[in-house]
């Protein structure tokens, strides 16, 4: 049987659909930022960014930008009535405290017990660069990732023990993928959708790993 | 009368010595105090020490400094951004050293020196590449209340050099949106802290409940006409 893998949209909606009115949110760069676009209008969230906004809004209308008020990723956002600044320090134990309910970070690599790796390729000509991502990581309540499930080379990011070098141990919860969402837990993953027509051997195969339903 | 204000960066940034470990608010484009940059760029201290989150963007600013050879090392979070190629190549041929951490242990370093704690213990980063040392021996660690968390050091600075948008003459100062970002602890962690703003106030003016930064934190301010903040460093 056939199966359609999930566009950048349909999987920025799949997450947001799991964000609780109410939710306090740290949406990473690149790819989580989309899922800001996919909170239905009548669900109140509150979007924190680690430079010290919450209450963040969307993008200004072209020509409204104010490069005072960027987002992590460096981008034109804007403050919600009733949205804060704060200094750096704050915003971090916001994070670190254990504040945040939900953060959606991408990754290179997960392993079956929520070890994250998404920061460093270890390559020696990559400059390392390592932001809030350690700090996200382990911080907000869960931790949740967004990715494509296999590279361009058709290898499952989703594995047994990470070989790309560690962000945090066993601190993601769940992961967003094109073909299924998995939860990480310490027996292992457990599958808690996957797209039409792909089976759980299927998928099995794909990952390489047993996987529980 | 005390009196924060001074006439010029020149004068403010007299003195400062080679060797010193400089910090420099902003993240990304927002609350860079290019200013001050430039007014250090013209000051001529060499063997600096740069505390940042980043590490320049394009050929201005940190970048500037960063090129004209006057760092000898940086502490920062997130050295590389689109434009960040005078670092980069720094960094390849060994010309500059890094000490990378993690942006809320970089924060909080800098908030326990201006706090006067010896360290602390954080999760952010336990069992990863950067809960060692530079020479590769782990840092401390500690199991409390049964979570791992390492030990991290403060970091103190010579200098500070921030933006702010308003300031009083006892340099009491309030920010402008996210270029707050750094500034408040940066402002606490060092020994002589330098802020430009644009708006010169009276005393008084600043609502009392709204200051941001309480003078005692600050020991210079200059007044800086308003330029729009510029993009920069954007990653899609």
């Not at chain 1, 804060?84 to 945040?100: E, I, N, P, V």
Request: charged fraction near 20%; aromatic fraction near 6%; hydrophobic fraction near 40%.
């Amino acid at each position: 049987m056939s199966y359609t893998r999930r566009s950048k949209d349909e999987l920025a909606a799949r997450v947001a659909q799991d964000i609780p009115e109410g939710a306090t949110v740290n949406l990473g760069i690149g790819q989580p930022t989309l899922v800001a676009n996919h909170i239905p209008a009548d669900r109140e969230v509150l979007l924190h960014s680690e430079n010290g906004i919450l209450g963040m809004g969307p993008a200004p209308a072209k020509g409204q930008e104010d490069y005072d008020l960027i987002n992590a990723g460096k981008q034109p956002v804007t403050l919600l009535p009733g949205g804060a600044y704060f200094h750096h320090a704050d915003s971090f134990a916001m994070m670190r405290g254990g504040h945040l309910d939900i953060c959606v970070l991408g990754a290179f690599q997960v392993s079956a017990t929520g070890d994250l790796a998404n920061w460093h390729t270890g390559e020696p000509e990559a400059i390392p660069a390592v932001g809030g991502a350690m700090d996200l990581a382990i911080g907000a309540k869960q931790t949740w990732v967004m990715m494509d499930l296999l590279t361009k080379q058709g290898q499952s990011k989703l594995v047994q023990a990470c070989s790309y070098p560690l962000t945090g141990i066993g601190c993601v919860k769940r992961v967003y993928t094109d073909l299924a969402t998995l939860a990480c837990t310490p027996q292992g993953l457990v599958v808690i959708d996957k797209v039409e027509g792909l089976s759980l051997q299927a998928l099995s195969e794909l990952i390489g790993l047993p996987l529980s339903q | 009368m005390i009196n924060k204000f001074v006439s010029s960066v020149a004068e403010a940034l007299a003195g400062t010595a080679d060797g010193a470990t400089v910090m420099i608010g902003g993240f990304g484009t927002a609350g860079i105090p290019d200013e001050l940059i430039e007014g250090l760029l013209a000051q001529g201290a060499r063997d600096l020490t740069l505390v940042n989150n980043n590490a320049g963007n394009a050929e201005q600013g940190l970048a500037a400094l960063l090129k004209a050879g006057r760092v000898r090392k940086v502490i920062c979070s997130f050295p590389r951004q689109t434009d960040s190629y005078v670092f980069d190549g720094l960094y390849r041929s060994g010309q500059v050293e890094l000490e990378l951490v993690p942006q809320g242990n970089l924060a909080e370093r800098i908030r326990a020196a201006g706090a006067g704690i010896g360290g602390f213990f954080t999760p952010t980063g336990y069992g990863t590449d950067l809960a060692k040392h530079v020479d590769g021996s782990l840092k401390e660690t500690r199991e409390i209340d049964g979570r791992m968390y390492v030990y991290e050091t403060p970091i103190y600075a010579d200098l500070a050099l921030i933006k702010a948008e308003r300031g009083d003459r006892w340099g009491n100062l309030t920010y402008r949106k996210a270029a707050r970002n750094f500034g408040p602890i940066m402002a606490m962690a060092a020994r002589k802290t330098v802020a430009t703003v644009h708006e010169q106030v009276a005393l008084g003016e600043l609502n009392p409940e709204s200051v941001v930064t309480p003078g005692i934190f600050v020991q210079a301010v200059v007044k800086i006409d308003r330029v729009a903040t510029q993009a920069g460093g954007i990653k899609a």
